[in-house]
């Protein structure tokens, strides 16, 4: 009977792989190899670990809310520029940033026009409400200006101090008019 490993007999390579045939050499280099694997595993999943880590933890939001009233009539200053006022109230602060905004939607004849905007005025926080109003522009994708009548919109607020001490609040999705 044949070996099936002997492949000076066959005069072909052996059908069944021959385990025998297997140096310290071979196997020393498998576990390096598989060795390396599990380290470069280990220190990939350890990167998430280490980034919040290193976090500085004096940002953070503190309980405060800030709170954020939409007056009921929006002022049409053309059709790509609308004034939204609001009434906002926030814990006393010294803003350094504001990363707020808003957001105005439209049916209008070609679509839904669409813009976004920013507060006029600088906020103020020290605990009391204080009006300001948001400046939203067309989007430049809108299919169409703004116009007389119903529109819906949201006004956000982000503020934080030059510490990072920061408080956030947004108003409700709110159907307004806006007049010229």
Same mark, same amino acid.
Not at 92 to 112: E, F, R, S, W
Not at 122 to 135: A, F, Q, V
């Given at each position: 009977? &044949?070996?099936?490993?002997?492949?000076?007999?066959?005069?072909?390579?052996?059908?069944?792989?021959? &385990?025998?045939?297997?140096?310290?050499?071979?196997?020393? +280099?498998?576990?390096?190899?598989?060795?390396?694997?599990? &380290?470069?595993? +280990?220190?990939?999943?350890?990167?998430? =670990?280490?980034?919040?880590?290193?976090?500085?933890?004096?940002?953070?939001?503190?309980? %405060?809310?800030? #709170?954020?009233?939409?007056?009921?009539?929006? /002022?049409?200053?053309?059709?790509?520029?609308?004034? =939204?006022?609001?009434?906002?109230?926030? %814990?006393?602060?010294?803003?350094?940033?504001?990363?707020?905004?808003?957001? +105005? /939607?439209?049916?209008?004849?070609?679509?839904? %026009?669409?813009?976004?905007?920013?507060?006029?005025?600088?906020?103020?926080?020290?605990? #009391?409400?204080?009006?300001?109003?948001?400046?939203?522009? *067309?989007?430049?994708?809108?299919?169409?200006?703004?116009?007389?009548?119903?529109?819906?919109?949201? *006004?956000? %607020?982000?503020?934080?101090?030059?510490?990072?001490?920061?408080?956030?609040?947004?108003?409700?999705?709110?159907?307004?008019?806006? &007049?010229?």
């Amino acid at each position: 009977m &044949r070996d099936p490993h002997d492949e000076a007999r066959c005069g072909r390579p052996a059908l069944i792989p021959d &385990r025998r045939r297997r140096t310290i050499a071979s196997n020393s +280099l498998e576990v390096v190899v598989f060795r390396r694997f599990l &380290r470069s595993l +280990l220190v990939a999943s350890s990167l998430p =670990v280490a980034v919040v880590a290193m976090t500085p933890m004096a940002a953070h939001a503190d309980t %405060a809310m800030v #709170t954020i009233t939409v007056g009921e009539t929006g /002022k049409l200053l053309d059709p790509t520029l609308v004034r =939204v006022p609001v009434t906002i109230t926030c %814990a006393p602060l010294v803003v350094a940033t504001d990363q707020g905004g808003a957001n +105005l /939607k439209q049916a209008v004849p070609q679509g839904i %026009a669409f813009g976004s905007g920013f507060e006029e005025h600088t906020i103020t926080c020290d605990g #009391t409400s204080h009006p300001n109003s948001y400046l939203i522009w *067309v989007n430049t994708a809108s299919p169409g200006g703004f116009q007389p009548g119903s529109a819906t919109v949201q *006004v956000s %607020a982000f503020l934080c101090s030059a510490t990072f001490t920061c408080q956030s609040g947004a108003s409700a999705i709110q159907v307004i008019r806006l &007049r010229r």
